[in-house]
C-alpha cells in the first residue's frame, strides 16, 4: 500500500492459493498485471483463482476521484507496484482531470495509466 496525495494505492498479490478466493473492491479500478491485464472499476468482487507461483495474479487498485471520476493506476505495464511516493509526488484532481507531478532523470519517459 502507498499514499500520495492523501490518495491510497494498493497491490494484491494473490499466489498459491489452494482454492478459489474474492477480494471485495470498493469505490477503486483495478487492473490485473502478471497475466490478463483485466481491468474493472468497483464496487466489485475481484474472483483470485487457484494459483501456484507461476499463475498468481498481481492486481494493482487506485481509487477513484470524486472529482473528476478519474484514476491513476500508475507504471503497472512495467512495474508491480504502479503508484509509489519514490516516483508520484503529487496528484492534484480537477474537475477536467488529473495533474501528476513524477520524479525521474531529465528526458526519461514513463507510461502512466
Known amino acids: 500500500m502507498s499514499t500520495v496525495s492523501g490518495y491510497t494505492f494498493t497491490v494484491l498479490l494473490a499466489a498459491k492459493l489452494d482454492t ?9 479500478v483495478a487492473v490485473e498485471a502478471n ?3 483485466t481491468f474493472v472499476r468497483g464496487p466489485f ?15 494493482n487498485m487506485a481509487p477513484v476521484s470524486e472529482v473528476s471520476g478519474w484514476a491513476l493506476l500508475g507504471e503497472v505495464s512495467t512495474k508491480w507496484v504502479g503508484v509509489s511516493p519514490a ?27
Open 20 to 28: 478459489a478466493a474474492s477480494y471485495q473492491l470498493g469505490a477503486m
Open 35 to 37: 497475466t490478463t491485464s
Open 87 to 113: 516516483r508520484v509526488s503529487a496528484i492534484d484532481h480537477h474537475k477536467e482531470g488529473l495533474r501528476v507531478l513524477v520524479k525521474g532523470m531529465a528526458g526519461e519517459k514513463g507510461t502512466m495509466l
Open 45 to 59: 468482487a475481484l474472483q483470485l483463482p487457484p494459483s501456484n507461483e507461476f499463475t498468481f495474479t498481481l492486481w
